[in-house]
């Protein structure tokens, strides 16, 4: 029980004060029905039980302030069944369970006063003039005297999908819908939040003073309706209706815009609700559905480890094809070697799978247990003896070969991406068929692929328009400069601002360069021993320089003028993480620190001037390592403000 109660908390810390996820919803709800079977069976619950205790505490950055009545979570079931033999004769309102932040909002004269978030229950932090910017929130209403509402705050699939698409890290990007949710609207500068479109929906009405609602919970819907409020859609339902209801609303799931994690069924009459009392963390007037993850049992038939272009050798289940949400399904991701042992498996295991989100496939359970699979002691590409890493207690599978076959793809993929040589049309997809077939061997291959024009319009997914499309892209890839080319050569610890820097320290002369000592090139502003050594070194191999020469007669660079002025930002460094507004991505701000003699570089170290971040709030390692050394955090705004004013 000690150690289901840690593990749920920390999934809690993760899931609600730090937005984002170290279990599935699956594996908690697992492990939380196992630690309430042995709370009955014992009679015992351990304090810091997630059974009697909910939510995140309150983080630092935002004011606090106790609610007037505790926020408490719902009971839930997955049983159609027990939502029926739950309601007994009563009316009941069927809603979707929003999956967003919630919100207790306060009126006062017809106007917004306060905003604060559900907390742990007992305190929440103050959000007000984040909430004046949800998108479909009244800011005046016609009820004059005090109202207080509860509701959720939710970001759609849609907002979703773009903001996330405008944030060029992978690693950078939100995992779902509620973190983004969670994290905008307790932001430190409201513009960030109004930048998110938040939407607010409804739920509950706490106190409305001098109103009268006939003992209906349906009622007071309806008068928060009258009032400009979006209420989260419902239904009416009986015991006789209510399966059909969620069946219904089942249906409905593929085209929902706002996320939903199951449903909400909540007691019409008010005075029978409220006298039902509560458990210590439950009331007994509401219950929530969850829906139940469709399971399929299965045979796994063999696990394959796929060597990715980064050296990782990641592990897939294959088995028996089984039917879920719809679908075929005969394989799952099982991310890496500890869950691989985590689950104990062995070809031939009976398994279970389902679809986190109803989407991914995942394994859920191994029935048989058999622990018989074996860890690749060779890399499945190259052969090379493989090597397993731990990390944050995770154990991954690596090849380190430098020479695998896996590990060119990612070396052209940096060659031909946007800060490199930007050629159009070249997808990892693309390279790694092309490599297959054995067109690419060198860079310089890249500018011949007409060799193989006949043999490319044939490929599947190919045509003369797809063709000429590349061709074009190369082509326009032959006007460049030295240090784009530079960088795409893929020297190690060196960047498109590292390469830039040394370029304008030798005003582009390339023979000066290839012979500079370590020591001459570690005296350049920015570049420090580390840089100036993987640089000398790649340069002290044959095989780098020929590469280099072979491009040189492909490409045309551009001419650069050197004035030796000093720009209004030398001697400045920058880091830029998350989403930008006014420009179109970092690489574009990048550009224009670098065009000002600043130096922009991907970690904050002491030499960092700022930080720039449009997510102040944010608990980035970036941000927190930025606050642990006082180096000041500005948004794009500030910094535009400051800086290029």
């Known amino acids: 029980m000690r150690e289901l109660i840690l593990l749920l908390q920390a999934a809690s810390e993760a899931y609600y004060a730090q937005d984002r996820e170290i279990m599935s919803n699956y594996e908690y709800d697992r492990l939380y029905d196992e630690l309430t079977a042995l709370e009955e069976k014992t009679g015992t619950v351990l304090a810091g039980s997630p059974t009697v205790t909910v939510g995140y505490d309150a983080v630092e950055e935002l004011?606090?302030?106790?609610?007037?009545?505790?926020?408490?979570?719902?009971?839930?079931?997955?049983?159609?069944?027990?939502?029926?033999?739950?309601?007994?004769?009563?009316k009941g309102l069927l809603s979707w369970k929003l999956d967003g932040l919630?919100?207790?909002?306060?009126?006062?004269?017809?106007?917004?006063?306060?905003?604060?978030?559900?907390?742990?229950?007992?305190?929440?932090?103050?959000?007000t003039n984040n909430a004046l910017t949800f998108l479909n929130l009244p800011l005046r209403i016609p009820f004059q005297k005090?109202?207080?509402?509860?509701?959720?705050?939710?970001?759609?699939?849609?907002?979703?999908?773009?903001?996330?698409?405008?944030?060029?890290?992978?690693?950078?990007?939100?995992?779902?819908?509620?973190?983004?949710?969670?994290?905008?609207v307790r932001q430190l500068d409201s513009r960030i939040t109004a930048q998110r479109r938040v939407r607010f929906f409804a739920f509950a009405l706490v106190q409305a003073e001098g109103m009268d609602f006939e003992n209906s919970r349906e009622k007071q819907f309806?008068?928060?309706?009258?009032?400009?409020?979006?209420?989260?859609?419902?239904?009416?339902?009986?015991?006789?209706?209510?399966?059909?209801?969620?069946?219904?609303?089942?249906?409905?799931?593929?085209?929902?815009?706002?996320?939903?994690?199951?449903?909400?069924?909540?007691?019409?009459?008010?005075?029978?609700?409220?006298?039902?009392?509560?458990?210590a963390k439950f009331p007994r007037n509401a219950i929530a559905f969850k829906w139940a993850d469709e399971l399929a049992e299965t045979t796994l038939r063999s696990v394959e480890w796929s060597a990715s272009r980064t050296g990782l050798i990641n592990p897939v289940a294959v088995f028996d094809p089984v039917?879920?949400?719809?679908?075929?399904?005969?394989?799952?991701?099982?991310?890496?070697?500890?869950?691989?042992?985590?689950?104990?498996?062995?070809?031939?295991?009976?398994?279970?799978?389902?679809?986190?989100?109803?989407?991914?496939?995942?394994?859920?359970?191994?029935?048989?247990?058999?622990?018989?699979?074996?860890?690749?002691?060779r890399c499945p590409v190259c052969g090379h003896e493989t090597k397993i890493l731990r990390e944050n207690d995770t154990e991954t599978l690596i090849c380190p070969n430098p020479d695998c076959d896996a590990k060119k793809l990612k070396s052209f993929a940096l060659f031909v991406s946007r800060d490199a040589m930007n050629m159009d049309g070249l997808s990892e997809t693309t390279l790694e068929k092309f490599l297959a077939e054995g067109f690419l061997h060198t860079y310089a291959d890249l500018f011949h692929l007409d060799r193989y024009?006949?043999?490319?319009?044939?490929?599947?997914?190919f045509g003369e328009k797809s063709f000429q499309n590349l061709m074009n892209g190369v082509n326009r890839a032959r006007n460049t400069t030295l240090p784009r080319l530079l960088y795409a050569m893929g020297i190690p610890n060196i960047g498109i601002a590292n390469a830039r820097m040394i370029c304008r320290a030798y005003q582009n002369d390339l023979s000066r360069m290839l012979q500079a000592p370590a020591e001459e090139l570690s005296a350049i502003d920015g570049v420090g021993p580390v840089i100036a050594g993987t640089f000398h070194d790649f340069w002290q191999k044959e095989a780098n320089r020929q590469a280099l020469f072979a491009l040189l007669s492909e490409v045309e660079l551009a001419q650069e003028k050197f004035d030796g002025q000093e720009k209004p930002l030398s001697g400045k460094g920058f880091v830029i993480t998350g989403s930008l507004t006014h420009f179109v991505n970092r690489n574009a701000l990048k550009d224009r620190i670098e065009e000002l003699g600043g130096k922009v570089t991907g970690s904050v170290t002491q030499k960092t001037t700022c930080l720039i971040n449009n997510d102040l709030a944010s608990g980035s390692a970036k941000n927190r390592k930025a606050k642990e050394l006082g180096i000041e955090i500005l948004t794009e705004e500030q910094f535009m403000e400051r800086y290029l004013s």
Not at 151 to 179: C, H, M, Q, W
Not at 453 to 461: A, H, L, Y
Request: aromatic residues 6%.
């Open 453 to 461: 024009r006949q043999r490319i319009v044939e490929m599947e997914g």
């Open 323 to 377: 039917e879920l949400e719809g679908t075929t399904v005969s394989r799952a991701s099982v991310h890496n070697v500890s869950i691989v042992k985590e689950l104990k498996l062995g070809v031939g295991d009976r398994i279970t799978v389902y679809k986190a989100n109803m989407i991914i496939p995942q394994i859920a359970q191994n029935l048989t247990g058999s622990g018989a699979l074996t860890i690749p002691s």
């Open 63 to 90: 004011p606090k302030e106790r609610h007037k009545q505790p926020m408490l979570s719902l009971g839930k079931t997955k049983s159609r069944e027990e939502l029926a033999d739950w309601l007994k004769d009563q």
């Open 222 to 279: 309806l008068f928060l309706k009258e009032q400009g409020f979006d209420v989260v859609e419902y239904e009416t339902v009986t015991q006789k209706t209510v399966q059909d209801a969620v069946s219904d609303f089942e249906q409905r799931i593929p085209g929902q815009e706002v996320p939903s994690d199951g449903l909400v069924l909540l007691l019409d009459d008010i005075a029978y609700g409220e006298s039902l009392g509560m458990t």
């Open 146 to 184: 005090e109202l207080i509402l509860r509701g959720e705050a939710v970001i759609t699939y849609s907002d979703f999908e773009r903001i996330n698409g405008g944030i060029a890290e992978l690693s950078a990007r939100y995992k779902n819908p509620r973190n983004l949710c969670s994290g905008s």
């Open 102 to 127: 919630t919100i207790v909002l306060t009126y006062q004269n017809g106007g917004l006063v306060k905003a604060v978030t559900r907390g742990n229950g007992e305190v929440g932090e103050v959000v």
